[in-house]
C-alpha cells in the first residue's frame, strides 16, 4: 500500500509513516519504512520523511527543491530559500558550492536528498514574510547581509527590482528590523533623488 500511494505521487513529492497509520500499528508501519528504504524503494531523507526513488528502483533521487517544496505544501510549516540563495538570485553574490540552506518556521533539521544536504533554519516569522515572492528574496538576501552592509544591499536591490516589487517590499517595512527598514527606506530615497 505504501509503494503504490508513493509510485502515484509526482516525483520528490515526501510521505510519512504517520500518513499509513489506519494499515497497522505505529512500530509496523516503521519498519514496512525502513524495509522500502533499505530497498531502494524509497528514500529517508529526514526523520519521519521518506521520497520515492525517480523510476521506483534504486535509482537517482528526486532534486532537492521538489522534495522542498512538497515539505512545503504537506507541512504546517513555512519554507523559503535562506539568504545567500537569495542573493545570489539578485546577482549579489556568486553561487554558492557548498549545501543549501532553507528557513522555516518549523523545527531546524537537515535533509539528505542523494549526495546532497541541505539545512532547514528556524527563522523568525519576519525573515518568512512574503513567502516565495521577489520582494520576500528581497528581505532574506538584506538579512544574510546584516545591519553593517544594508544600505549598500538596499541600493543594489532596487536596482534589480521592478517599482511593484519595490512596493510590496517597501509596505512590509513596519514588520522588519529597524535597520532594514531605514536600509529600504534610504534605498528608495537615492532612487527617487536620480
Not at 504537506?74 to 549545501?99: W, Y
Not at 528556524?122 to 528581505?139: D, E, K, Q, T, V
Amino acid at each position: 500500500m505504501i509503494l503504490e500511494r508513493s509510485r502515484a505521487l509526482p516525483d520528490g513529492t515526501v510521505l510519512s509513516p504517520k500518513e499509513f497509520l489506519h494499515l497497522g500499528s505505529r512500530a509496523a508501519v516503521d519498519q514496512a519504512f525502513s524495509r522500502l528504504a533499505r530497498g531502494g524503494m524509497l528514500s529517508r531523507v529526514a526523520r519521519g520523511i521518506y521520497v520515492r526513488t525517480a523510476k521506483g528502483v534504486q535509482e537517482a533521487a528526486p532534486t532537492l527543491e521538489k522534495v522542498v517544496k512538497s515539505m512545503a505544501v504537506k507541512g504546517k510549516a513555512a519554507i523559503v530559500l535562506g539568504g545567500a540563495k537569495a542573493a545570489e538570485l539578485f546577482g549579489l553574490t556568486s553561487p554558492q558550492q557548498d549545501g543549501q540552506e532553507f528557513l522555516t518556521s518549523g523545527q531546524t533539521r537537515q535533509l539528505r536528498i542523494g549526495g546532497e544536504v541541505a539545512l532547514l533554519r528556524h527563522a523568525p516569522r519576519w525573515m518568512l514574510a512574503m513567502a516565495g515572492s521577489l520582494a520576500g528574496n528581497a528581505i532574506r538576501a538584506l538579512a544574510w547581509f546584516g545591519p553593517q552592509k544594508a544600505d549598500e544591499a538596499a541600493r543594489h536591490l532596487r536596482t534589480r527590482m521592478s517599482e511593484m516589487e519595490w512596493e510590496a517590499l517597501s509596505s512590509i517595512r513596519g514588520r522588519l528590523p529597524s535597520w532594514m527598514a531605514i536600509a529600504i527606506g534610504r534605498a528608495s530615497i537615492a532612487q527617487e533623488v536620480q
